[in-house]
Every structure is written in C-alpha cells, then in structure tokens.
C-alpha cells in the first residue's frame, strides 16, 4: 500500500470525520430503537386490560341492529360486562343468551374464526379487570329479575376462548359458586394444559365446552390450537372431575370423504367419555370475517367452500342440502352410538333448516345456551 500523500490528507481526515458520524447515527438510532421497544412493551403492558365501556361497544360481526347510545345505556358494571346476544335476523332459529365479556380475543389464531370480523382484525387478547367482572357478577345475582327471573347460561367464550387466562377464569369460576342459579359456561380450544384448577375441585355451577373437529381439519385451519387428542384428553379428565363436559363441533367442513374424519372424530371422543350435549354447525361466512381474514392475510383457503354458496341473514353458507345431508349424517352417526338426539342441537341455522330436518326447536330461544338447555346440564 503506498504513502499518503499530503494532497490525500483531507480526503483521509473527511472519511474518518464520515465514519465517526456514522457510528454516531448507528448509536443514536439503536437508542431510539430500543427505546420504542421498551415504550411498545410498556403500551402492551398497559393494553393488556380493556375498560368495561370499551368492551360494551365491541359488536359482533352479525350484528344487524345499531348498538344502544352510550348515554342510554346504564352506568354499571353489568351493563358493560354482561350483554345480552340478541342480535338474531328473522331467518335464524336462534334467541337471546347472556355474554360474560371477561376478555376480548384469543391466541389460537384459527383461519376461519369471527372474531376477525369483531375488532377489524384484531384478535390480541385483552382483560377486562377482575374487580370489574365481579362486580357485574354481584349485581346480577342480587337482582332477582334478571332473565325475567329464569337461571341462565353466562357464555365467558363469546368474544374470548374461556381458558387462555385460567388464573382469571379460575376466580369467576369460583364466583358462581357462591350462588346456585345461574351457569358459567366455558367454552374452549384449549387442552391438559390449561385445566388444573378444574381438576383441583368440582364446581356445580360450572358448564364445561371444548371445542373440537375432524382432526385434517384441525391441522388445516386451527394450527395454533393444541391437538384435537389433547383437548378430548382434557374434556374426559374434566368429566371425570364431576363437571358437565359438552362439546361443540362447529364448523363441519366438507372436505374430501368427509363422512370418514367426522365419524372418525366421534368415535374418537366416545370412547373417551360421553357428551352431555352436542352443538353442531357448519361454516358461515359473515362479511366483516372475511374482509379482515384477507385484509390481515390469514388463511383463507376455507372460504372455497362457499362457492356455491346460500345467502342468509348469517352470512353465507354452504348450499341447503349439503348442510341438512351434514347434519342427517352427524345425527344418524351419533344414535348409532347411543346418543339421546334430544342432546344435540345445531348453531345459527335457519328456521327453513330446522323444519326441513323436522328437528324440535325452541322458538324465541338460543338453541345452544337457552334456558330450556339447563333441563339436560
């Protein structure tokens, strides 16, 4: 390498000045990386609780009806907490239920779940305090005309999975139970994992719900959820705990030789334990779901099966026949078993529906969580 001469010496002295504010501006910009880290951290922290007024004005994809001014709702913890889904086009056989809204979102991330219609795309989950749950609770079970006085089903899985806190579900749990009226009902996609503080004591009040499918289905289109096995595992050991364990097969895709992983998934499950209820449904395609599942670039490849599509007030579904030939099928598989049909019941269907099967149904009531439902829990 030669010398450097003396006419090179400023280009020497520039380069090195250059350099030196270089590693400056790299120093300064790692700061202020870090510091918006350290600030993201410090905003999730704080975003983790939801406020009741904020979770009140959460709607569901389905909605049809304007929600209630601010102004007109009462300023309670129960008005915020505990909301009634009535929500229902005139088309579907279904009424109100009682949402427990503990929480908003869930960590599973399934493709094809509606909460990415709820909160345009957002699915974090998100607390409301415990404190302000409670107090919701105790309003209700001191108000002894709530639900016109009937024992109800509160849903904690509406706008939540039931068990992605279970430090907080354990202290609601524990909540109903210092009454004998009304149900919680937890409603989940969870497994082993997250059921220790049911196992550790029975609770009368307490109506336990796994979520499940055709285990394809399951790897497809739940890939963030524990295993199909492992949630049938945790729902026979809540069962054999003393709870009520139903289960909610919903939605039924029509994969290829569908027949064959749905008869495999109850077969599965009988020979664990036996249900004490049933909810079976198929796919719906609400709007604002998919909107916000392309919009956020999730899976949708589930959406190919509305092709040949029914329009309802629920959305898009999958043509007529092919749901009532799903259902005839479930139906058939599960007397086959043993199973009492008066234990099943099928979600946000139409009335054509309900009376093309000739199935019972309950006018005016929600067909999974009504009242009527609590004879069988």
């Known amino acids: 390498m030669g010398n450097v001469t003396g006419h090179d010496i400023p280009k020497v002295k520039l380069s090195k000045k250059r ?18 880290q350290q600030s993201s951290r410090s905003l999730l922290k704080l975003d983790v609780f939801i406020t009741p007024n904020q979770i009140a004005k959460i709607r569901h994809p389905e909605d049809i009806s304007p929600l209630k001014p601010e102004s007109a709702l009462k300023r309670t913890y129960r008005s915020a907490i505990i909301r009634p889904f009535h929500k229902v086009p005139l088309d579907i056989a279904c009424g109100k ?12 991330n399934c493709a094809y779940c509606y909460l990415r219609g709820t909160y345009k795309g957002e699915t974090t989950p998100r607390y409301v305090k415990l404190d302000h749950v409670l107090k919701a609770l105790d309003e209700v079970f001191n108000d002894e005309t709530f639900n016109d006085g009937k024992p109800a089903i509160f849903n904690s899985g509406e706008l939540a999975d039931s068990l992605m806190k279970p430090d907080l579900m354990e202290k609601i749990a524990d909540k ?13 996609k969870f497994g082993t994992k997250n059921i220790d503080f049911l196992l550790e004591k029975q609770r009368r009040q307490i ?3 796994w979520s499940l499918n055709a285990p394809k289905v399951a790897r497809l289109w739940e890939r963030n959820a524990p295993a199909v096995d492992d949630r049938i595992e945790a729902a026979k050991l809540v069962k054999e705990a003393g709870y009520v364990v139903w289960i909610r097969i919903d939605p039924i895709f029509p994969i290829e030789d569908w027949q064959d992983h749905y008869e495999y998934l109850l077969l599965k499950v009988f020979q664990k334990f036996t249900p ?16 916000y599942a392309k919009k956020t670039g999730a899976d949708t490849t589930w ?43 099928i979600c ?11 199935w019972p149904y309950y006018k005016g009531e929600c067909q999974c969580y009504g009242s009527h439902v609590l004879k069988h829990s």
């Open 348 to 358: 946000k269907e139409t009335i054509k529906m309900w009376e093309s099967l000739k």
């Open 97 to 108: 239920f009682w949402e427990l809204r503990w929480a908003f979102g869930c960590p599973l």
């Open 176 to 188: 109903f139970e210092e009454q004998g009226k009304h149900k919680l009902l937890i409603l989940t």
């Open 207 to 209: 109506i336990c719900a």
């Open 19 to 36: 350099e030196a504010a270089r590693k400056a501006w790299d120093t300064i910009r790692k700061k202020r990386v870090l510091e918006k």
């Open 276 to 291: 004490d209820r049933i909810i079976l449904g198929t796919p719906r395609g609400l709007w604002k779901t998919l909107h």
């Open 303 to 345: 959406i190919k099966f509305f092709d040949f599509k029914e329009k309802t007030g629920w959305g898009l579904k999958l043509p007529f026949n092919l749901r009532k030939s799903i259902y005839l099928f479930m139906r058939e598989k599960l007397e086959n078993l043993g199973y009492d049909p008066a234990r099943i019941s």
